[in-house]
């Protein structure tokens, strides 16, 4: 991971990610959190709804946004607020393209707001927001 300071940061600096959710991502994160939800873990029910099949959970897929940020804004960042829209489902075995740019920031206040998406392969915006960030 990268060490770099707030003045290393410019606005439009962006980093991009590539992820497939797998079985093995949803069922960990199902015991992880403890939502044995049936749309993300019966195939057989999941197949008799809208979405045709097992769908990953919406803050898995947006976890991804944090490893992004990441190797974007280094070890001397962290996290202050993310906000989050979901615009559609990402089924388990798709891949998404998650993407980080840097939209504004504000050295006085150690602060940098970064515009982050995670577009499934087939090119359909999944999840959308902004994240906010501080530097130490």
Not at 121 to 130: K, Y
Request: proline share 1%.
């Amino acid at each position: 991971m990268k060490d770099i300071t707030i003045q290393d940061v410019a606005v439009g600096d962006c980093e991009v990610w590539t992820r497939t959710i797998t079985e093995a991502d949803v069922v960990f994160y199902a015991g992880i959190i403890g939502d044995r939800g049936p749309l993300h873990l019966d195939e057989k029910f999941a197949s008799g709804t809208r979405f045709k099949g097992r769908v990953s959970y919406g803050m898995l897929t947006a976890g991804y946004i944090g490893a992004t940020l990441a190797n974007l804004l280094g070890i001397r960042s962290a996290y202050v607020a993310q906000t989050l829209k979901f615009h559609a489902p990402v089924l388990i075995g798709e891949t998404v393209t998650i993407e980080a740019v840097v939209t504004r920031k504000d050295e006085e206040r150690s602060r940098v707001w970064v515009r982050t998406t995670c577009t499934r392969s087939d090119g359909v915006l999944a999840i959308d927001g902004e994240g906010e960030l501080f530097f130490f």
